[in-house]
């Protein structure tokens, strides 16, 4: 071959995950994916947490066919912490998510029920958007990069938190209840109305949280005391909401707070 001959590039296949958590709705997406050449399918999950999960695990993954409407997590929750992950086309029954969908920089909305010729012009959007991608100079895959060098100790006044693909620098002043789910914690903070989503534990957040600033109240809450709106009976309002104190931590709660009594 000489210099000047080039090699053709391969074929154009994207790699995609498909997530619902009603099974018949999940097992109609596979099967478009299927049968529509340039798509593989490369998971499918009843929920956005298992889906989250399973994306730390398969990086490769470059496009979501995701619901919106999902317990624990939803699909567009679920969204907003991918910003440097997988591409997004929505399938949902409710119409009221499509401005937000798109707030969330999704390639697509499909409204259920939709049959193969609206799932394939959807699908045609995905291709011609990793086709451009594909044929831009350089690597540009910034979607799936760890910082380079380790991070440094948590200082005192912060923490880091493995958001996604990125360790996420977080004043501990700025958070003000951490929620657990599962695998995962929900870091609700001060300075953002939505909370971050972290691959950890709520012992794990514990042990990282200085025991001066922070308390945990509940099996699936820790809350931040100087955030603490109100101590009622076995409750804790903080930031609109109240949270429950649950017996095997409301001595640890009664203790701290009997000095304020």
């Not at 044929?135 to 493995?162: C, W």
Request: proline content about 7%.
């Amino acid at each position: 071959m000489s210099p000047s001959e080039s090699v053709a590039p391969a074929p154009l296949v994207i790699n995609c995950m498909a997530v619902d958590d009603e099974p018949l709705a999940l097992g109609l997406v596979c099967s478009f994916i299927e049968q529509t050449p340039f798509l593989r399918l490369a998971g499918r999950h009843e929920s956005a947490v298992a889906a989250l999960k399973a994306l730390h695990e398969q990086p490769e993954i470059q496009l979501l066919f995701l619901d919106i409407k999902m317990p624990d997590l939803s699909g567009m929750e679920l969204a907003r912490v991918l910003q440097r992950g997988p591409r997004v086309i929505f399938t949902t029954a409710f119409n009221q998510y499509a401005l937000e969908g798109f707030r969330v920089d999704a390639l697509d909305y499909l409204l259920k029920p939709f049959n193969y010729e609206e799932f394939l012009r959807a699908a045609l959007k995905a291709k011609t958007y990793f086709e451009l991608k594909q044929n831009q100079a350089g690597n540009a895959a910034a979607s799936a990069q760890l910082p380079a060098a380790p991070s440094p100790l948590p200082q005192e006044d912060h923490i880091y938190l493995k958001v996604e693909y990125q360790l996420v620098r977080v004043a501990l002043a700025d958070i003000v209840y951490v929620e657990g789910l599962k695998d995962y914690v929900k870091v609700h903070l001060a300075s953002q109305p939505r909370p971050l989503l972290s691959l950890t534990s709520l012992r794990s957040m514990e042990e990282k949280l200085p025991a001066g600033k922070f308390l945990r109240i509940h099996r699936s809450y820790i809350v931040g005391l100087n955030h603490i709106q109100a101590v009622g009976r076995g409750t804790v309002q903080i930031a609109g909401e109240t949270l429950p104190v649950s017996d095997g931590y409301r001595e640890a709660f009664d203790q701290f707070f009997s000095r304020w009594k």
